[in-house]
């Protein structure tokens, strides 16, 4: 392995957008609290990479057939372009694995079975007898639960806490991130795109209205103000360039969009940037008070019980489903 290879290869190329996509949570977490633990932090951080490095591992054994085929893929694939042979990429991903959950056990119980949903809702997406990352919309909703899960991983490493988890945040960049892995897998170009509208609507209409969401019901407005104008800069970009812009480049500018994702929350720590995203908070709550009066009582509610989730906290999830194997069990057996 070459100093290029070193560098540049399906771990290394993903680490630091894992690393972001749990900063995330954990940003919102520490917004949101004030404190974090920093034992936690590093057993959570360490273990949620280094287990889901074996994601990389899985993939590059069970698509190797395929991706040597392909010279891009040749050039950053362990496996497909001989960096590896697939016996070692199984055993380091055997060992990545297992030191990954076991960091990931010792920082709580429902932490070790988010990383391991995880883990197997990607087993199902790659899995060669399964192929589900050829269906366009099974792929689509497995993937944003998966990058849902990844995103708010950084909250729950340190909370079971419902009440103020911001769940429309962290779909709303979940769904983004999901629809540019469709678009890049599924190779859509312009013309694709049109032809499927519909599809494209639905995610549309669901970007559009989590991200509404989240403006009107968390104190975080400078932040994704902030984001909405730098995701229509790209947008824009991307479309002057047209053809010369290649897909792949995403690759490389999720590493200036995803930072200045993070770096955009953070920015509310400094004390002028929190008085202007309260004081623009405070303005859309205005804005949000003078519409609600003006809807229909049970329509406001219901928008209103949109920040109110059904349990208060994991441990409340587990009560329930919990009752619920007790109540099937007791049934069975009368």
């Known amino acids: 392995m070459n100093m290029h290879q070193f560098f540049y290869n399906s771990i290394t190329v993903s680490l630091p957008k894992n690393i972001i996509q749990y900063l995330l949570g954990f940003v919102l977490f520490w917004l949101t609290y004030s404190y974090f633990d920093m034992q936690t932090f590093l057993f959570s951080v360490t273990g949620f990479v280094l287990a889901y490095s074996a994601v990389y591992f899985f993939n590059d054994v069970v698509d190797y057939e395929e991706d040597k085929k392909d010279k891009d893929k040749r050039a950053w694939k362990l496996v497909a372009g001989g960096m590896i042979s697939r016996n070692t990429a199984i055993i380091l991903g055997l060992l990545f694995l297992v030191t990954g959950l076991l960091l990931s056990s010792m920082v709580s119980g429902w932490y070790l079975n988010i990383i391991v949903l995880i883990l197997f809702l990607n087993f199902i997406h790659s899995h060669p007898k399964i192929k589900l990352k050829k269906k366009l919309i099974p792929t689509t909703i497995n993937m944003t639960v998966i990058e849902f899960f990844k995103y708010s991983s950084g909250w729950f490493a340190f909370t079971g806490d419902l009440t103020r988890f911001p769940f429309w945040i962290i779909l709303t960049f979940s769904v983004v991130y999901s629809t540019i892995y469709i678009v890049y897998k599924f190779k859509f170009s312009g013309d694709m795109i049109r032809k499927y509208k519909p599809y494209f609507g639905v995610i549309a209409a669901t970007v559009l209205v989590s991200y509404v969401l989240s403006l009107t019901l968390y104190s975080f407005a400078l932040p994704l103000a902030i984001l909405f104008l730098m995701s229509l800069s790209i947008v824009v970009f991307s479309v002057v360039v047209g053809n010369r812009f290649k897909f792949m480049n995403w ?82 057996l009368k």
Request: proline share 5%; no cysteine; aromatic share 8%.
């Open 251 to 332: 690759l490389w500018i999720e590493f200036i969009i995803m930072p200045a994702m993070i770096m955009a929350f953070l920015i509310i720590s400094i004390p002028f940037a929190a008085q202007a995203n309260a004081n623009l908070t405070e303005k859309i709550e205005e804005y949000k008070d003078t519409v609600y009066k003006k809807l229909p009582e049970d329509m406001a509610e219901t928008l209103n019980n949109l920040s109110e989730p059904r349990y208060s906290s994991l441990d409340e999830i587990e009560d329930a489903i919990n009752r619920s194997v007790n109540g099937t069990i007791s049934s069975v």
